[in-house]
């Protein structure tokens, strides 16, 4: 008996107090693990002929708010699938937001039809990326920097913490 509390209600206190080291433990290792794993993205295409992207106006076009760059060249993105790692990733880093925050904008910005979500592809392979931009001259897509290829235009690079 520690001043008035009995062993049964002294117990579970420790347990508690236990688990949450060893909770804060693990967190601590897998956002270390992260850290050691970001990857920077390149916002692209394969038309040379669009020009650079800012930060804001990348952030506009993720967000539905335009469809068009420099006042008159209407954009198509294109979005890797929901199961992603990159896209979690490049819509937390661009954004501040996961993939269910923007599921959830998407769908209202669908239901009060102002906007719909971008075309979603299959996979998150870089030929399927770079055969879907082919097909669409004005399409925007995304992908770790380190997976485009050399001939695409980067109209932005992502980075953590921007």
């Known amino acids: 008996m520690f001043n008035g509390l009995s062993l049964l209600t002294f117990f579970p ?6 688990s949450l080291m060893l909770t804060s433990t693990t967190v601590t290792a ?5 850290k050691t794993e970001e990857v ?38 294109v979005d890797l699938p929901e ?3 990159h896209r979690e990733e490049f819509y937390n880093m661009l954004l501040g937001k996961s ?29 399927e990326i770079i055969e879907w931009l082919n097909a669409n001259p004005n399409g925007i897509a995304y992908a770790p920097i380190n ?8 109209l932005i690079t992502v980075l953590q913490g921007e």
């Not at 206190?13 to 236990?18: E, S, T």
């Open 13 to 18: 206190a420790v347990l508690i107090a236990a």
């Open 30 to 34: 897998s956002t270390e693990t992260k």
């Open 40 to 77: 920077e993205f390149a916002v692209f295409s394969m038309n040379g002929e669009l020009p650079p992207l800012t930060k804001s106006k990348a952030r506009m076009l993720y967000k539905g708010k335009t469809k068009k760059i420099n006042g008159s060249i209407k954009i198509i993105l």
């Open 83 to 85: 199961t992603s790692i």
């Open 99 to 127: 993939v269910t925050q923007m599921n959830g904008y998407w769908a209202s910005l669908s239901f009060s039809g102002k906007g719909a979500p971008p075309e979603e592809l299959s996979s998150d392979d870089i030929k």
């Open 147 to 154: 997976a485009v290829p050399e001939n695409a235009n980067i």
